[in-house]
């Protein structure tokens, strides 16, 4: 059994601001009593000055465009991303799929360009609550991670992540039991692992939904479960310290 990278990963969406910017990066600076990788996604806007005050923890976006450059307003590249040290881009995240569009299509194409620029992936997929009445979550999760494969090939997940987010646990209060996490992880590892056995050993799957102080522990102690995406708790700075001392 290999060892893989632990991750825990604060999804910001459209929330926060400098103070808790400020109160965040000396909180996460000063924080040594956990394995994982502490990982920051604010607004765009934040990125800049994370960056330049030189961090002791990882930065990452929580989008970026399908382009490279040209007439695409509103739009930010992944070698913007790369020039200003951003180490990971959340891609895919289930609001960006329902409110804004992206097919799995769009999503492969912005893999490729962050892999090519540098910049590690953390795709995000997972069904919707009808999928998983219907039984239909393997073959919608299977569909999303192969949608990329296909595109990049599987040896481009080398420096990715993936993250499993059930859409029906994210911001609801409902989390997947361990059990029920643990299930989907693995489902996940073997897909990746048919098409290459190594990749597949040394990939993060973090578990996104729902994730707090309280439930940190039960997940990441599950086999495939690498560490966690986490939305809303991750905008109170103890909560969220807590979480990444749970792996
Ligand atoms: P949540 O969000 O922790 O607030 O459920 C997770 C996410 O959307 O990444």
């Known amino acids: 059994m290999s060892v893989r990278r632990r991750l825990?990963?604060?999804?910001?969406?459209?929330?926060?601001?400098?103070?808790?910017?400020?109160?965040?990066?000396?909180?996460?600076?000063g924080l040594t009593d956990t394995t994982a990788e502490m990982v920051v996604?604010?607004?765009?806007?934040?990125?800049?000055?994370?960056?330049?005050?030189?961090?002791?923890?990882?930065?990452?976006?929580?989008?970026?465009?399908?382009?490279?450059?040209?007439?695409f307003t509103g739009e930010v590249s992944a070698?913007?991303?790369?020039?200003?040290?951003v180490k990971y881009v959340i891609l895919g995240h289930s609001e960006r799929r329902a409110i804004?569009?992206?097919?799995?299509?769009?999503?492969?194409?912005?893999?490729?360009?962050?892999?090519?620029?540098?910049?590690?992936?953390?795709?995000?997929?997972?069904?919707?609550?009808?999928?998983r009445n219907n039984d239909e979550t393997e073959a919608v999760i299977g569909a999303q991670v192969k949608a990329v494969m296909d595109k990049v090939g599987v040896k481009a997940f080398i420096d990715a992540v993936i993250a499993y987010e059930p859409v029906?646990?994210?911001?609801?209060?409902?989390?997947?039991?361990?059990?029920?996490?643990?299930?989907?992880?693995?489902?996940?590892?073997q897909q990746v692992a048919s098409e290459d056995q190594q990749v597949a050993d040394t990939l993060p799957i973090l578990y996104g939904g729902s994730v707090n102080a309280g439930n940190a522990k039960d997940l990441f102690a599950q086999a495939d479960?690498?560490?966690?995406?986490?939305?809303?708790?991750?905008?109170?700075?103890?909560?969220f310290l807590a979480i990444g001392r749970s792996v």
């Open 79 to 85: 070698s913007m991303l790369s020039a200003f040290d």
């Open 41 to 71: 996604c604010p607004a765009y806007p934040y990125l800049g000055s994370l960056s330049a005050s030189k961090v002791k923890f990882s930065i990452g976006a929580q989008n970026m465009s399908q382009y490279t450059s040209g007439a």
């Open 225 to 239: 479960i690498d560490g966690g995406l986490v939305g809303g708790a991750s905008l109170k700075v103890e909560e």
């Open 168 to 189: 029906w646990a994210i911001g609801t209060g409902k989390t997947a039991t361990a059990e029920m996490a643990q299930q989907v992880h693995r489902f996940i590892r």
């Open 100 to 131: 804004f569009g992206e097919s799995n299509e769009i999503i492969a194409e912005k893999f490729a360009l962050a892999v090519k620029n540098g910049v590690h992936p953390i795709l995000c997929v997972g069904e919707t609550e009808e999928q």
């Open 8 to 29: 825990v990963v604060a999804n910001w969406k459209l929330n926060g601001d400098l103070t808790l910017i400020g109160k965040m990066s000396a909180a996460l600076n």
